[in-house]
């Protein structure tokens, strides 16, 4: 049973990590098309520099996390299974529900903040408001579509870490 969870885990954690990897990545793309976007005299393409470098930060802040933080985390995972395999996992199964219940929340603010941007871009003069308008709305797309993978490979792990709780409780 440990060895199915720690293979079910180290899984999710290669997931995550592999998603830190893209997220960087897309972050080191985004470095020429904010420096052509600063260099630009467009006023709309220059709206778009503080939501895209904000989206940069994101990828390169968030992604680092993953990189950095989901290496280590299963050796912490590993000591507290090993004194009650059965009690470490429900409290597993009891974090990702709350993280769950967050990219939920998250990912119904990210749609509404897409419309909203989209909806305030028709409406605005051109200028350098559309292109922030325009802007913030590509950010929102591109932080929905983060959290809607990490949300989905969250629901594949806690679907597991469940199955195992209820092979051990019959």
């Known amino acids: 049973m440990r060895n199915d969870f720690f293979q079910d885990y180290y ?3 290669k997931g995550e990590i592999e998603q830190g990897k893209w997220m960087v990545t897309a972050a080191v793309f985004l470095v020429p098309v904010l420096i052509l976007l600063v260099k ?3 006023v709309i393409l220059r709206g778009m520099t ?3 470098f904000l989206l940069f930060a994101v990828n390169i802040g968030y992604g680092g996390y993953l990189l950095m933080n ?3 985390q299963g050796q912490k995972v590993e000591m507290n299974i090993k004194p ?3 009690e470490s996992l429900k409290n597993e199964s009891q974090k ?3 993280d769950h219940t967050v990219f939920l ?3 119904k603010i990210w749609v509404i903040l897409i419309i909203t941007s989209l909806i305030l871009y028709l409406v605005m003069p051109d200028g350098y408001y559309k292109g922030l308008t325009l802007g913030f709305a590509i950010m929102f797309v591109g932080l929905l579509t983060v959290d809607t993978l990490l949300h989905h490979r969250l629901m594949q792990y806690l679907e597991s870490i469940d199955l195992k709780i209820e092979s ?3």
């Open 50 to 52: 503080l939501p895209l």
């Open 40 to 42: 630009d005299s467009n």
């Open 84 to 86: 009650s395999a059965d």
């Open 70 to 72: 989901r290496n280590q």
């Open 11 to 13: 899984v999710w954690t």
């Open 105 to 107: 929340v998250l990912k």
């Open 96 to 98: 990702l529900k709350k």
């Open 168 to 170: 051990i409780s019959k």
